[in-house]
């Protein structure tokens, strides 16, 4: 049996900079892998299966087949004969713009790899198969701090030698993401911005820079998300849940992804465990996470 991990990611900065003749947006976004995850187990089968449950404690809706393991199953397969069925544990949410179908598909690949050995595991082409199966899938593969250009899937790693604290708040809203795009569209073309939440948004170098030095206070003035505005407009509550987040103490709150989870960054451990606490009072769930430097990785084989 093999067992892997898929790291959730929480985006720092996000911004639209573009839209491409395909009708994807090009994005210039800054992501970094956090300790929550989910966990897979890999096992030779005679017939291929995937089977997706909760973590002890948890519940919520969970990926409608064909998800994201079983695609990427059936793309490994095309080169190797071997049949697994594997077990996906989830902790991270759907829907919440934490990559939790993107982390799966990362960790189904390390695991592939591995029960397919060094002849399959080198045709399978790992990193071009991410590509292959969503924009975030070589981030969630690669882990750690880094620039994501195009729609996602060209990746510039950031150097961040301090460990950065997040509380996670998780909603109840779970939000697609091809409709969030579709209602900033519609917004930006009846004239809305991007709030800057009413203050200078700073910039990707400024945050990189900040990100690079350790200064907290940098990292936190340089927080933004273009797709705020359709979110909110979407699910009203999220803009009332990021002000608690704020009022919990965070130093800076933002939503993550296309939404729907807001992250509050932290001085350091302790003070993510206040925040978290005081943000219980609010949010359905809350996890305390901390920034990784893996993003996908086995555990054991």
């Known amino acids: 049996m093999i067992s892997t991990i898929g790291r959730a990611k929480v985006n720092l900065r996000l911004e639209i900079v573009g839209r491409r003749p ?25 017939h291929s299966e995937v089977c997706i449950r909760w973590a002890e404690g948890l519940e919520g809706p969970v990926p409608q087949a064909p998800d994201i393991v079983e695609r990427t199953v059936a793309a490994a397969r095309l080169q190797c004969p071997e049949r697994p069925s594997i077990t996906v544990v989830k902790r991270i949410p759907v829907g919440a713009g934490l990559g939790g179908a993107s982390a799966d598909a990362a960790a189904a690949l390390v ?5 397919q050995g060094p002849q399959c595991a080198g045709s399978m082409a790992v990193d071009v198969l991410a590509r292959r199966l969503g924009a975030d899938v070589p981030f969630c593969l690669q882990g750690g701090v880094a620039l994501a250009t195009g729609i996602g899937e060209r990746l510039s790693s950031i150097p961040c030698p301090a460990t950065l604290w997040w509380v996670i708040g998780i909603s109840d809203a779970a939000l697609a993401t091809v409709k969030v795009y579709q209602r900033y569209d519609e917004l930006v073309a009846q004239g809305g911005r991007p709030s800057k939440n ?62 729907s989870a807001i992250i509050g960054l932290c001085r350091d451990e302790a003070h993510a465990g206040q925040v978290a606490e005081r943000a219980r009072t609010t949010f359905p769930r ?7 430097a893996a993003g996908a990785e086995l555990l054991e084989s």
């Open 111 to 115: 695991g592939l790899a591995r029960m």
């Open 198 to 259: 009413g203050q200078p948004a700073g910039s990707t170098a400024a945050l990189a820079n900040a990100l690079g030095a350790g200064d907290i206070g940098g990292i936190a003035g340089n927080l933004a998300n273009d797709l705020e505005i359709a979110a909110f407009d979407m699910v009203p509550q999220l803009a009332d849940l990021k002000q608690a987040m704020l009022a919990s103490g965070a130093l800076a709150a933002i939503m993550t992804g296309s939404g």
């Open 22 to 46: 395909d009708g994807y947006h090009e994005l210039e976004t800054v992501m970094q892998s956090v300790s929550l995850a989910d966990e897979l187990t890999i096992e030779p089968a005679e």
């Open 286 to 292: 809350v996890e305390a996470v901390c920034g990784t």
